[in-house]
């Protein structure tokens, strides 16, 4: 039996028709254009997966459902986006829109659910049980599941742990509170602080990597020039990777989960990254002992596709 | 079908039994005594759930199972207490021990998890499938239910949120870290800051209350002297309610569970501690809209012992 699973992101759709055990047969992607109206991209989500069918040479009677991953609010009985920061998608029915387009069951999930779920089908976290995925990107989320199921709380929109205090009366963030870890461990935050820093210290790496353009600056940059040697860099990646210890401490402290898996742009540091955060977890959580596996997403973008194609068997078997 | 349930603390070893519904039909407490061996603590629950037992006029035929609930470390499993900080209870097999004094089925349980059972099979979080059970005291404890089950983690020993840390580089913790939610929100952080403002402010009504005998400030005297309307006490008390409130809109973000229930001595405060929060977490939740129930915890000292003596009920019908 085959699975369609669509990554909607802010800026590519991604599309791949998946087998039951998860592996991607056939996949593409377009971009996403920010600000076109929801009825445009919806249209070249049907169209892709459409093409892809052709490419597999299978119609609608080989694909058991289509399960859509998307970013922001949503409501998933309903199959409705209530709210998405970087898309048009306000109250729009994802999935009466998609069935006037392709005639076959679909389902909805948040993307970090849905690349929890990828991972956890056939990525780094296969067959656990209980496991959190971090994206870590322009802001941090989570994918929370327990038991092999995705949990977010009694009423959706649980799992946001990046909206989870660390510093009472901190860094302002987004959501309106202040000391959030997604303000201290996002990608966005790595940016702010090589910003500054390289305005302060235009004689370290930083400044010198992007030839004194520090809008150029992102979490790459900072972690580039700490591998160059530069000393103000590696001060801001020891800060960073300590804020994001605290996070992952706490989480580690309230779930014991058997893994805690980081995805997004900044896992692309892989050891540099996972190495120090787990010298720090094995002395910081509680009771002295880290069970808890930490590692790198392995699926990458993938498990957005997967993670979304498989909620078609999931919501079968289910039922 | 009736239940037998211990609630063993530093203080007291509580005892009842229970009914189906988590009525109790009988219950009685003796004094722990800290720093008696195991054996006799041991000898004490047997003897006192035989007292009551022909108090009742039931035999061990008529109890279907023994709960046991338990403060620190313990595997469920083995039914084995590791370590328990205010009891000489290390490594000890809690279950085979009972069971040489009386030949029932045993389990056993962390005490904050036997309380949130207990809200949850006839307390104020009666019938929730996703609830949190917070307990203040010495410590800041939490048990967590989810989809009507005790979730403890992959290894156990999850839930626990009181290690949360919410200043980073705060207070120390008894934990080894700095700036958990417990450092800031449990009795004995209250009990401390009363202290040094007492000593600080010696015209302060905290001061007052305790005719200047320092150490017998607790964390009930910083709210009576509030009641009386002293300044110092009102700022710690509005501070400890900020911090209460951090730790708590985390707990939101990450669960969105129908209620949280706050029990353990602070909670006899009642709604002065209850709507604070309630219009902090208004404000501050993601998404800015609160749908959890924030509430007192009803059943005070016999939501252990309820708990408890469920457990025996719960693992029955997971068999």
């Given at each position: 039996?085959?699975?369609?699973?669509?990554?909607?992101?802010?800026t590519?759709?991604?599309?791949g028709?998946?087998?039951?055990?998860?592996?991607i047969?056939?996949?593409?992607?377009?971009?996403?254009i920010?600000?076109?109206?929801?009825?445009?991209?919806?249209d070249?989500?049907?169209?892709?997966?459409?093409?892809?069918?052709?490419?597999?040479?299978?119609?609608?009677?080989?694909?058991?459902?289509?399960?859509?991953?998307?970013?922001?609010?949503?409501?998933?009985?309903?199959?409705?986006?209530?709210?998405?920061?970087?898309?048009?998608?306000?109250?729009?029915?994802?999935?009466?829109?998609?069935?006037?387009r392709?005639?076959?069951p679909?389902?909805?999930?948040?993307?970090?659910?849905?690349?929890?779920?990828?991972?956890?089908?056939?990525?780094?976290?296969?067959?656990?049980?209980?496991?959190?995925?971090i994206?870590?990107?322009t802001?941090?989320?989570?994918?929370?599941?327990?038991?092999?199921?995705?949990?977010?709380?009694?009423f959706?929109g649980?799992?946001?742990?990046?909206?989870?205090?660390?510093?009472?009366e901190g860094?302002?963030?987004?959501?309106?509170?202040?000391?959030?870890?997604?303000?201290?461990?996002?990608?966005?935050?790595?940016?702010?602080?090589?910003?500054?820093?390289?305005?302060?210290?235009?004689?370290?790496?930083?400044?010198d990597?992007?030839?004194?353009?520090?809008?150029?600056?992102?979490?790459?940059?900072?972690?580039?020039?700490?591998?160059?040697?530069?000393?103000?860099a590696?001060?801001?990646?020891?800060?960073?990777?300590?804020?994001?210890a605290?996070?992952?401490?706490?989480?580690?402290?309230?779930?014991q989960?058997?893994?805690i898996?980081?995805?997004?742009?900044v896992?692309?540091q892989?050891?540099?990254?996972?190495n120090p955060?787990k010298e720090?977890l094995?002395?910081?959580?509680?009771?002295?002992?880290?069970?808890?596996?930490?590692?790198i997403?392995?699926?990458?973008?993938?498990?957005?596709?997967?993670?979304?194609?498989?909620?078609?068997?999931?919501?079968?078997?289910?039922?």
């Open positions: 039996m085959l699975y369609l699973g669509i990554d909607l992101g802010g590519n759709i991604s599309t028709i998946v087998d039951e055990n998860g592996n047969l056939v996949k593409a992607s377009t971009p996403t920010k600000g076109r109206d929801a009825e445009d991209i919806l070249d989500m049907a169209e892709l997966s459409k093409k892809l069918m052709n490419e597999l040479n299978v119609t609608e009677k080989d694909i058991e459902a289509i399960g859509v991953g998307l970013p922001g609010m949503i409501d998933k009985k309903k199959g409705i986006s209530i709210y998405a920061n970087n898309l048009k998608f306000n109250n729009t029915n994802i999935v009466e829109e998609m069935q006037k392709i005639d076959l679909c389902y909805i999930e948040n993307d970090a659910n849905c690349a929890a779920i990828g991972e956890n089908v056939c990525g780094v976290a296969y067959g656990n049980e209980n496991l959190i995925y994206t870590i990107g802001g941090l989320g989570a994918g929370i599941i327990i038991n092999g199921k995705v949990f977010d709380g009694s959706g649980g799992g946001e742990a990046g909206h989870m205090v660390i510093v009472a860094e302002e963030c987004t959501c309106g509170r202040k000391g959030c870890w997604e303000a201290y461990a996002s990608a966005s935050a790595l940016r702010r602080e090589g910003r500054i820093a390289a305005a302060k210290y235009p004689n370290s790496k930083i400044y990597l992007v030839d004194g353009n520090i809008k150029l600056i992102d979490a790459k940059t900072v972690f580039d020039a700490a591998d160059l040697g530069d000393e103000v590696i001060e801001i990646i020891d800060m960073y990777i300590k804020y994001l605290v996070g992952l401490v706490n989480l580690v402290n309230i779930f989960p058997e893994a898996i980081i995805g997004g742009g896992c692309a892989g050891d540099k990254l996972i955060l720090i094995s002395k910081r959580v509680y009771g002295g002992q880290l069970k808890t596996k930490l590692c997403a392995t699926l990458g973008n993938d498990a957005g596709i997967v993670g979304a194609a498989m909620l078609g068997k999931i919501n079968r078997e289910e039922i």
